[in-house]
């Protein structure tokens, strides 16, 4: 089925683990976000990347790496867990940044940094 | 700067009442896009509507209708005559010309049978 996915969908992780989190899209859309959803605090844009071999930071970047080897290919990375990580991650795909439809959303991923 | 507010943190309406879900906005920017999305218990995240900024005319879709008003930066939802199924967390978003989707924190809406 075409839309976006991401893997895996829950995860532990002890403080100071690392881990990747894999967000695939078979729409050929160019733009592809990664956002994260806190209790409260709606949906905030963690990095961004307007097309293949580009990234971009948003509002919450510090403790995230994220790279775009492949059009279809978004991943984040965290070097160095924190509690402060426990979170829901989204990732998300559009043609543009604006595109009628908005953006396409993944299920999420439920990260616990224990 | 851009900013959502959804002031309504939570709302329980019995079935088949009406309900407005809130959404006030803020952009210095002439040209954006507003946006609701709901999530369901589920967890996943579904596109309802989108609007541009130089399109204030109001839309119906079978029950929901959307009321964007820029004089009031405002960009309300309505459901009519509520079901258990619209029971949710639903958010409004904002995009200018940088990419960037700006949400609101989400009103959680349960419908009581």
């Known amino acids: 089925n075409a839309g976006v996915t991401q893997t895996p969908k829950f995860r532990v992780l002890k403080t100071g683990q690392s881990m990747t989190l894999l967000c695939a899209q078979d729409m050929n ?6 956002y994260r959803q806190d209790p409260g605090m709606g949906l905030r844009l963690i990095h961004y990347s307007v097309g293949e ?11 995230y790496n994220v790279s775009r080897l492949k059009k279809q290919n978004f991943l984040l990375g965290l070097e160095s867990a924190a509690p402060s990580q426990t979170s829901v991650y989204f990732c998300a795909s559009s043609y543009s940044g604006a595109s009628k439809r908005g953006y ?3 299920s999420g991923t439920r990260l616990t940094v224990v | 700067a851009q900013k959502v507010t959804q002031a309504q943190t939570e ?9 407005t879900l809130d959404c006030v906005y803020e952009t210095r920017d002439t040209t954006y896009y507003l946006f609701w999305y709901k999530q369901p218990p589920s967890g996943e995240l579904v596109f309802l509507i989108r609007r541009n900024s130089f399109d204030e005319q109001n839309e119906i879709s079978g029950r929901y209708s959307w009321n964007f008003q820029k004089s009031t930066s405002s960009f309300n939802f309505t459901i009519t005559a509520s079901q258990v199924v619209d029971s949710a967390v639903y958010f409004c978003a904002l995009i200018v010309l940088g990419n960037q989707f700006y949400f609101g924190t989400g009103t959680s809406l349960t419908v009581i049978p």
């Open chain 1, 29 to 34: 859309h160019e733009y592809m976000y990664w």
């Open chain 1, 53 to 63: 071999g580009t990234t971009a930071k948003g509002e919450v970047p510090d403790g």
């Open chain 1, 104 to 106: 396409t959303f993944g």
């Open chain 2, 11 to 19: 709302i329980s309406v019995v079935e088949k009442e009406d309900v």
